[in-house]
């Protein structure tokens, strides 16, 4: 899920050119993924019912659902300002567009 949407802040970069973005987004869905992966192995570390996972790690659980609302909303709303600004230059939009298109079409 990280690299996903890691792939999509790179997109926003190339139409862009703004390297901040996708460093701090790259960093969000890297944290994200990290979050996940830590409650994972404790969870299966610890033994520990589902429930008692949760009741236990919920700052966890509430630290990660909020990341993965930001990247996909900042993600979602950067592409759709950068392809708007940049729909004059249809050789730029066409080379923005393959790559997307081939990384959606091929995740169904």
Partial sequence: ?????????????????????????????????????????VGLGAQMTFTNLIERYKWLIGMAMPLAVVVDAGNTIALCYWLIKAKADVKSMRQAFRPLSKVTLSQQ
């Fill in 1 to 41: 899920m990280a690299i996903t949407k890691s792939f999509y802040a790179i997109q926003v970069y190339r139409l862009s050119k703004k390297l901040w973005y996708p460093v701090v987004f790259c960093t969000l869905s890297l944290a994200r993924m990290a979050g996940g992966i830590a409650l994972t192995v």
